[in-house]
């Protein structure tokens, strides 16, 4: 992965634009990075905005990601995930990849 490099370029910002699959077979779906890795890298201090522009069903449909990370100022600071926290709230979205979904999600392409 590129992040962890980018976090700490010499530019104070950077902007990638990343095209593919966003849900794909057997893999995460790119909701969970933003939810869950970005979420605990900002905890520790880093700055990234993570925007998906439009999804991508590998391989038919090309989606994109667009991020912004920004250049570590100050070391990454531990976090303590060994304690559950206050429940929140909870947030469901469903992806998928194959059958009577991606057929819908294709067929709203097509408009």
């Known amino acids: 992965m590129l992040l962890p490099c980018l976090l700490f370029q010499e530019e104070p910002e950077i902007a990638l634009c990343i095209k593919g699959g966003t849900l794909v ?4 779906p790119a909701h969970s990075y933003s ?3 970005l979420k605990q890298l900002a905890l520790m201090g880093a700055n990234v905005s993570y925007d998906i ?3 991508g069903i590998f391989p038919d449909v090309v989606g994109q990601v667009n991020l912004n990370i920004k250049t570590l100022t100050a070391p990454l600071k531990a976090i303590d995930l060994t304690k559950r926290g206050k429940f929140l709230g909870l947030e469901l979205i469903v992806s998928c990849s194959e059958g009577i979904m991606l ?3 294709q067929d709203m392409m097509k408009v």
């Open 53 to 55: 522009k439009k999804h």
């Open 25 to 28: 077979s057997n893999s995460p």
């Open 103 to 105: 057929e819908t999600y």
């Open 35 to 37: 939810r869950v890795f």
